[in-house]
């Protein structure tokens, strides 16, 4: 991998350019004209144990994995019935099952056995399901740049509105009785009644007002990336939130930004994860029922922060690109939050930065993204970084935005 020596910089934790977006996991900025908003978007996995069954339960600590099955659907073999209470299970730190009751006790070896006989191919299923989960973790830090954008592809902007409406008949007013009548229940019903239109009314109402809230944001953005493919810089802004917002990020992350004068081209700041949060461990499911937990060398984990960095930028650089056509441009560069052993204060360490133009970025295979190694693209803009012995990055002295010309 190409090395350039350059000047150490470090600043107090501040930023360079005015414009600045928190970008928060699961969160995606709205376009409004009353200024920025955010919707939440899916977290994690969740399902609800209901009236179908007990569920069988996959917890792997430190993962943030929940899995849930049910153990009395129908299958071969000895009946499910036999199975009195919930019966959970968990993968410990070494990757071994453990099954326990409601009351978290540890189930006898016979009770064991028998569940793993009846159950063994719901036990694997689940098992690759979490292990590929665990995988996908490292796959997803070190591919993020495999769903970059083309620079010539149209924004993906909202969906169509498609939450099914509140069911249209109207609650059924229940005839009287003659029973009903004699023992005065006339004003009970009434009033089950007229509770039962007043949900009605307010879960409609509720519907509506979330579907016009969507076409209005909807047609929001589509309105910001016409204008922002004209150059108006609000509309630049605005489109340039919402793309960035998209990306799946793995923490919190602060991105900063500034125009140039002429709106032709943008310096991007974007602070990165340090070194250790990367994932440190694979998974591998192995025989006898046992989820193989592999730890990561420091070296390796070196190795895929340097790897995770590039392609963070890359993607970035590319998402601008794609977001804003009238802008030729793009100066981004990527820093590191550390702190100042002498006085505590946090400080940014720029570790790459780099001038890109667009014809430069043209030239570059979107559809074999698979085949593109983010650092040696970034090593032909003459990027500013460099790499010690162990593979850490140096801190270096970023381009400005007088750089852009």
């Not at 007229?194 to 509720?206: G, K, P, Q, S, T």
């Not at 209005?216 to 493919?229: N, S």
Request: with cysteine.
């Amino acid at each position: 991998m190409p090395r350039q020596p350059h000047t150490t910089t470090g600043s107090l934790k501040g930023f360079r350019f005015q414009k600045r977006i928190t970008l928060v996991p699961g969160i995606r900025l709205n376009i409004s004209k009353s200024g920025v908003s955010a919707s939440f978007g899916p977290r994690g996995l969740s399902v609800t144990a209901g009236k179908r069954g007990t569920p069988l339960n996959l917890g792997l600590p430190g993962t943030g994995l929940s899995y849930r099955e049910r153990l009395d659907s129908p299958s071969t073999g000895r009946p499910a019935s036999e199975l009195s209470g919930p019966v959970n299970f968990e993968v410990d730190s070494g990757g071994v099952l453990r099954f326990t009751d409601a009351a978290g006790h540890e189930l006898p070896a016979a009770v064991v056995r028998r569940i793993k006989a009846q159950r063994a191919n719901e036990i694997t299923e689940v098992l690759n399901r979490a292990a590929e989960k665990i995988n996908r973790d490292l796959a997803a830090c070190l591919g993020v740049h495999l769903a970059t954008p083309s620079p010539t592809s149209a924004p993906i902007c909202l969906p169509a509105f498609d939450s099914p409406a509140p069911a249209p008949q109207l609650p059924t007013r229940e005839a009287l009785s003659l029973m009903d009548k004699l023992l005065f229940r006339a004003g009970e019903i009434e009033q089950d009644y007229a509770a039962a239109l007043a949900r009605h009314d307010l879960e409609l109402a509720a519907w509506q007002a979330e579907r016009d809230a969507h076409e209005k944001e909807r047609a929001e953005v589509d309105k910001a990336f016409r204008l922002a493919a004209k150059g108006y810089s609000a509309h630049m802004e605005a489109a340039l939130d919402f793309v960035l917002s998209g990306i799946a990020w793995p923490k919190q992350t602060q991105v900063a930004y500034l125009f140039s004068h002429d709106n032709s081209g943008i310096a991007v700041d974007v602070e990165l994860p340090d070194e250790d949060e990367t994932p440190r461990i694979s998974a591998e499911v192995r025989t006898r029922g046992k989820l193989a937990m592999k730890k990561r060398s420091d070296a390796q984990c070196r190795r895929d922060f340097v790897a995770l960095a590039f392609a963070s930028l890359f993607r970035v650089a590319g998402e601008v690109f794609a977001a804003l056509p009238a802008n030729e441009r793009v100066l981004v560069s990527g820093y590191i939050q550390r702190i100042d052993q002498a006085t505590g204060h946090p400080y940014d360490e720029y570790v790459i930065s780099a001038i890109i133009d667009r014809a430069q970025w043209q030239r570059i295979d979107f559809e074999r993204l698979h085949a593109v190694d983010p650092a040696a693209t970034f090593a032909t803009f003459d990027a500013r970084f460099g790499l010690d012995r162990s593979s850490r990055f140096k801190p270096i002295q970023p381009y400005d935005i007088e750089d852009l010309g």
